[in-house]
């Protein structure tokens, strides 16, 4: 199991009280695949450096966890199609 740090930045046009569950839904996939949720960060709002899909703010999340590579790599397919979701990054922290 690796441990990942993904970035999330959802969009401005789902409510902030919505942003939790939805993550939360996406997140069904990794704990289904045997990996652990270690951390969620709901960092709020803020502007983006660049406009994405037309978009100039968006809600970040950063979310700790440890998986299986393919459950990762599910988890970003997943949540690159759902449309609330503006960008995700993947991070492979280093195992010690």
Known sequence: ???YEIMVIVDPDVDDRQVPGLIEN????????????ENIDLMGRSRLAYDIKKK????????NLGAESATVKELDRRMTIDEKILRTKVFRLDDK
């Open 1 to 3: 199991m690796r441990h």
């Open 26 to 37: 996406h997140l069904k996939v990794i704990t289904g695949g045997g990996g652990k949720v």
């Open 56 to 63: 100039s703010e968006g809600f970040r999340v950063v979310v």
